[in-house]
């Protein structure tokens, strides 16, 4: 499975972004796509996590209310929707495949990995 995560940029609190996360290779073999951030000097963190089928969904206590996730199964694409975002949310944002199933919340659960993207939130 490869991943490729785009989107990122920097945008003022307040405003909005939409990352993508485009996945190629095996995917059937895949539970979900999750998504992590990690901002300089901190651990690499849960944000969000979405089945492949769309039946599951979860979030981080931290954006829930502001961030939602879809997929556009013609493009194999995950797509993360930020609104009102904090300067607080700045960090490199990664897409990330597990083949469990459930909340998965832990990064060394997830098999593959997306290069990082970067979003920063001015305050």
């Known amino acids: 499975v490869q991943l490729q995560a785009s989107g990122g940029g920097l945008v003022q609190a307040g405003g909005s972004l939409r990352l993508s996360c485009a996945a190629s290779?095996?995917?059937?073999?895949?539970?979900?796509i999750g998504w992590f951030r990690q901002a300089p000097g901190r651990e690499r963190e849960f944000v969000s996590l979405?089945?492949?089928?769309?039946?599951?969904?979860y979030y981080a206590d931290s954006v829930k209310g502001r961030f939602t996730t879809s997929k556009d199964s013609a493009k194999n694409t995950v797509y993360l929707q930020m609104n009102n975002l904090k300067p607080e949310d700045t960090a490199v944002y990664y897409c990330?495949?597990?083949?469990?199933?459930?909340?998965?919340?832990?990064?060394?659960?997830?098999?593959?990995w997306g290069q990082g993207t970067q979003v920063t939130v001015s305050s």
């Open positions: 979405r089945s492949w089928n769309g039946r599951d969904m």
């Open positions: 290779g095996r995917t059937v073999s895949m539970y979900g």
């Open positions: 990330a495949a597990s083949r469990l199933s459930g909340e998965v919340t832990r990064p060394y659960d997830y098999d593959y």
